[in-house]
């Protein structure tokens, strides 16, 4: 079973906590990637990163004296969104850490797909930036099938809580024999299943605290998720799509 997870825009570098284990997979990729970047103008890669100034002057400066090799973080604590904040990877026992090495995949316009202890540098790129690169025209078409074939390598069961940004460059390449089984964190509003984009970051980070805290094994066991007063709602449910609801023992409620 491996676990799919979004990246965050903001970064930060931590070079003493954790030591960095390996580097990312596709690494001569991203290299392709950065050498993209640095031949565009401060102006066009603003306009690419769609960010204020002072976001565009940093990330410029990152750019300027980016090193893929050396000075890295690990993957899992160099993310600083909502998601990582509710994961809390720097409060988790050696024994959690375990499980998310073996099991977490985060997703990465820059990097591909990377484990939680690859030694990343902070960049901003995301998954739906149109980057142009060797005539693909955009990132999904960059990255194409590869991170797809990746994860098939790996499992037969892949747990989607990426956002729908993230999941594109993965779920259409995938084989049918991989279950890709995504899981939906969303409120009840006039019969519909209504997602708020705070709220699913803040689920999706404490689920895969919870995974890791839990040890689980098996899809099936994610039902059993009851944090942030969520609950699975087996009626709404699918074997491709688990559907948990805040405050989820009420009764029924049409999906959206």
Not at 154 to 167: G, H, I, K, M, P
Not at 214 to 234: H, I, M, Q, S
């Amino acid at each position: 079973m491996r676990i799919l997870i979004s990246p965050a825009k903001k970064m930060r570098e931590d070079t003493d906590t954790f030591l960095p284990e390996s580097l990312p997979a596709f690494l001569p990729r991203t290299e392709r990637l950065k050498a993209a970047l640095e031949a565009m103008s401060p102006q066009a890669l603003q306009r690419l990163w769609r960010c204020n100034d002072a976001i565009a002057a940093l990330n410029v400066e990152r750019l300027s004296h980016m090193d893929l090799r050396c000075r890295l973080t690990p993957a899992l604590f160099s993310y600083e969104g909502i998601q990582y904040r509710y994961l809390a990877p720097g409060a988790l026992e050696e024994a959690a850490l375990d499980y998310l090495r073996e099991h977490l995949c985060i997703l990465s316009g820059f990097y591909g797909l990377l484990r939680p202890f690859d030694g990343v540098t902070p960049y901003r790129l995301e998954m739906q930036a149109r980057l142009n690169v060797d005539g693909t025209g955009d990132l999904y078409g960059f990255w194409g099938s590869t991170l797809a074939e990746a994860l098939a390598a790996q499992t037969d069961v892949v747990v989607n809580l990426a956002s729908r940004e993230y999941s594109r460059a993965v779920e259409p390449h995938l084989s049918p024999a991989v279950r890709f089984l995504t899981c939906t964190f969303g409120e009840k509003r006039e019969g519909k299943v209504l997602e708020k984009g705070t709220m699913c970051k803040m689920a999706r980070g404490e689920m895969v605290r919870w995974m890791a805290q839990t040890r689980v094994t098996r899809p099936e066991d994610l039902a059993g998720f009851d944090r942030l007063d969520y609950r699975f709602r087996p009626e709404l449910s699918s074997p491709q799509h688990f559907i948990f609801i805040k405050g989820g023992n009420e009764p029924c409620c049409k999906q959206a």
